[in-house]
């Protein structure tokens, strides 16, 4: 390549190669190593003569090829490009094709259609969802690694080395069947993400028995997002995944049933969440959503429900029901963090949580005022209780409280509560406040304060409700 291709071919590329315009031993130094020029970026207005200049450079060594779409059409040719893509199959290690329109994706995996024998990472983006029959380099990919596609539905590619397989916003084929087959032929996937975001359910085996549940002993991180409930029950059915995993289910407008039947069905589910011993719950308004995340040295499974919009002239959201936050059990929690600026939780919501963590010690809370007043109702020792036992939380030890609103009324009558629950033997060992800087804790000398906890840590800060970030402690 001459020196004047290079130097034409660095100010269009505007990389760190420009470096090279420096001084003579720098574009030496640059020119004359094939490591340098194995990543190339084409653009909408292609030069053909540049990139195989490019590729000259960089000798025999493999290449990453990538291609972001939606240019003008004046100044792009799609095929143009698919074509000399599609011309270097046998050099290229990494592919990334994004933000296609619907013109180059029609061309794009139309014209890719040479087998791709070393091509390790695939990611390809659609603008808008699309369905195309013809998979790309006709699905044979057999050093394939890492494959990530958004907004597309059209055929997995085969290959026994993936290890990341990532389908983001994909309306895949609905047989449920076809899904379990590719991934019978990944037996070394470590990361499985999908979010499935149609609303037409897959269609499942006419006889599930003979259907053989998919063993990922391999897998790290598995997230899996449905509008359908049915769906996500026969994902946990027959996708088995290993303790040891990262796991994040997310549940489009969740139904009683499927929560039944997660706890009745799903066992390798059930093994992670009775072994957790922390978790965050996070309750949001808007959108209206609960997400439990519990998480452990080993693991982390995060669990989103979906509340449905409520009628005309009801409520917008329906109550924060016991069987989908308890409907796994968590026999091992010890520490668990409520995160609920925006939604106010009442006193049977608080009692619907804590009710069955028996062995729960220490609780965060980040919240407005009147879910910081229904906590300390729901904690107090209620008149009938006739033994300690029928208490919530009787094993918590540290309790933290981010008070994030003025509301002296509201903390006098939580510390009430704890004033009365120690009364009964059920003292703290710590209790951390952070308090507006204007607030004060009136009418609470220290030695009532001692008398509900062993240590009493106050913080003021200036923070706005909206603008605080939750930082549970650890």
């Known amino acids: 390549m001459s020196d004047h291709l290079t130097r034409r071919l660095l100010r269009t590329q505007r990389s760190w190669l420009s470096i090279t315009q420096v001084c003579t031993y720098w574009r030496s130094l640059i020119t004359n190593n094939p490591a340098f020029w194995t990543n190339l970026k084409l653009r909408a207005f292609f030069n053909r003569q540049l990139a195989a200049a490019f590729l000259r450079r960089a000798e025999n060594r493999l290449i990453d090829l990538r291609y972001q779409g939606s240019g003008n059409p004046p100044n792009r040719d799609p095929l143009l490009i698919a074509s000399f893509i599609d011309s270097h199959t046998s050099r290229i290690k990494g592919l990334s094709i994004v933000q296609l329109d619907h013109e180059e994706t029609e061309v794009m995996l ?85 979010n499935q975001l149609t609303q037409y359910p897959y269609t499942l085996p006419q006889d599930p028995t003979h259907i053989l549940p998919v063993q990922l002993a391999r897998l790290k991180s598995f997230a899996w997002t449905s509008w359908i409930p049915k769906d996500l029950t026969a994902v946990l059915e027959y996708i088995v995944f290993p303790p040891t995993a990262n796991v994040k289910l997310h549940f489009c407008y969740l139904s009683i049933p499927l929560t039944i039947a997660l706890h009745d069905k799903s066992v390798s589910l059930q093994t992670i969440a009775s072994r957790v011993p922390a978790a965050i719950l996070i309750v949001s308004k808007d959108p209206k959503y609960a997400t439990a995340i519990l998480q452990s040295a080993d693991h982390q499974l995060e669990l ?20 989908t936050f308890n409907a796994l059990l968590f026999l091992s929690l010890r520490q668990l963090s409520v995160h609920s600026l925006r939604r106010e939780l009442k006193e049977t919501d608080w009692a619907n949580i804590l009710e069955s963590l028996y062995s729960l010690e220490t609780l965060d809370v980040g919240a407005n005022v009147m879910t910081v007043r229904h906590l300390g109702a729901a904690l107090s020792p209620s008149d009938h209780a006739v033994t300690s036992s029928v208490y919530l939380c009787v094993q918590l030890k540290h309790l933290k409280i981010v008070h994030l609103q003025r509301g002296e009324r509201c903390l006098h009558e939580l510390l009430s509560s704890l004033m009365r629950r120690s009364r009964v033997g059920l003292k703290l060992r710590s209790l951390a406040l952070a308090l507006p800087k204007d607030g004060e804790l009136v009418s609470h000398p220290q030695s009532i304060l001692r008398a509900i906890a062993d240590e009493v840590k106050v913080q003021y800060h200036t923070l706005h409700p909206q603008r605080y970030s939750w930082q549970p402690t650890s």
């Open 110 to 194: 139309r014209r890719l259609c040479t087998p791709a024998l070393r091509l390790q990472t695939l990611e390809i983006s659609a603008v808008r969802r699309r369905t195309v029959l013809y998979p790309i380099f006709t699905g044979i990919l057999p050093a394939l690694q890492d494959f990530r596609m958004t907004g597309l539905c059209t055929a997995l590619p085969q290959s026994s080395s993936m290890r990341v397989l990532i389908l983001e916003s994909s309306h895949m084929m609905r047989s449920f069947g076809w899904i379990l087959e590719c991934l019978h032929e990944m037996p070394f996937l470590e990361v499985l993400h999908v």
């Open 304 to 323: 989103q429900w979906s509340w449905r919009e409520g009628q005309p002239g009801a409520a917008s959201a329906r109550p924060f029901e016991r069987i």
